[in-house]
């Protein structure tokens, strides 16, 4: 947990540095732009720790059930 408190502290400090069109910039992930890459970290982070917390996680039945990952980013 260290590691990724350490991590997590130094996305914020790159992320809080980027001006609002910088968030539209393509990353090496073809057709994926750093909102999307947060994005995704973000999902995969919550994702994670339900299964820490809970030993399992309804976010994948939550989007289903939306309809949207939209409301997801």
């Not at 260290?2 to 057709?31: C, H, I, M, N, Y």
């Not at 947060?38 to 399992?56: P, R, Y």
């Amino acid at each position: 947990m260290v590691d990724f408190r350490a991590e997590t502290v130094a996305l914020d400090g790159l992320l809080a540095s980027l001006k609002p069109e910088q968030w539209q910039l393509a990353t090496p992930a073809q057709g994926w732009d750093i909102r999307d890459s947060v994005t995704h970290l973000a999902v995969s982070n919550e994702l994670a720790l339900d299964c820490v917390v809970t030993g399992k996680s309804d976010l994948i039945d939550r989007v289903l059930a939306s309809g949207s990952v939209e409301e997801y980013e």
